[in-house]
């Protein structure tokens, strides 16, 4: 789950991590409040949407009176930003946060995540801050340190000092710097984040070190247990249909092809998704119905599959265990019969059951397509699709 950059900086002002004093806004009359409230001027006017590369595409600007505030905050409000990471299309911009100007010596570049490879939390740092960080990572890769923390000790003063004399920092700011890096680490396990990012991390001046730019990422997997991390979820910036899939438990991503994909099984989709592409087609979406689903979870998978006007045909890929194949056929049915199907749809099915859940599509009178296998249901369905282009 990903959350705003306001949201984000609550949590470090609530870990004791410095930030810029600020407020939200949702009207240029707001954003003008906001920059009163905050007694200086100039203010920074940012645009608050799940993405980063806001500066790049137009959503952050410096503005240097209250007329100023009220005409960037009109600008950016209700205008439709495009970054690297919202793709062409873009995000709708609801809400600005407005923040003081800040005086800044440097600018750095930190990040915490976990790594599967060492099953350690990777601290990442650079002197590169306010750069797009893959960019440094493939032109200058010396530029970047990374420090791997046990999860089972956590993070020692070795750690901090590593990271604060590969940034070349003062003794003075180095102080700040590792009750910070403490602070960071201890939100990062404590609320289960999967990313935290700052970018940039700015040295004032006055040798204080304030995240200007705050980042932060959930594990989806933990929310049952972070009640106050839920409360911060903005459905406004998720896309309607995985909001809608997420209400019935079922794992499902949109995506810009037009074949609609339903699996069990996250590497059965991830599969599926390869062979469509290879067979010359492009995946609509990734639908993880799951091992445990029932008639009813698969026929709202079904029917969210068929919202998508994107979709020219789908492909049913289920291998039955848990999930038997005769269930998979009864929640198809009702789906298609309530959403009404307007596409031509490739099933391969095998497993448990698997006779009962053909005799049950076959007797159903929609329109199907059986294949024998994976392969040739690919190469069926991208037939389907590029024949209807």
Known sequence: MKIHEYQAKELFRK????VPDGGIAKTPDEAADQAIKLGKLPVVVKAQIHAGGRGKGGGVKLAGSLDEVKSIADEIIGMNL???QTGPEGQLVKKVLVEPGISIEKELYLSMLPDRETASVVI???EAGGMDIEAVAEET?????????DPLIGIQPFHSRRIAFGLNLSPVVMKDFNSMLVNLYKLFVDCDCSLLEINPLVITKKERVIALDAKINFDDNALFRQKDILEYRDEDEEDPLEV????????YINMDGNVGNMVNGAGLAMATMDIIKQAGAEPA??????????AGMVEHGFRIILSDEKVKGILINIFGGILRCDILAKGVVQGAEKAGVNVPIVVRMEGTNVEEGRKILNASGLNLIAAVDLKDAAVKVASIVNESK
């Open 15 to 18: 870990h004791n991590v410095s």
């Open 82 to 84: 495009v970054t690297h």
């Open 124 to 126: 990442m740092a650079s």
């Open 141 to 149: 890769p010396e530029k970047i340190i990374r420090i791997f923390v």
């Open 244 to 251: 809608e899939a997420s209400k019935y438990n079922l794992n």
């Open 285 to 294: 979406n990734f639908l993880d119905v799951g091992g445990g689903a029932d």
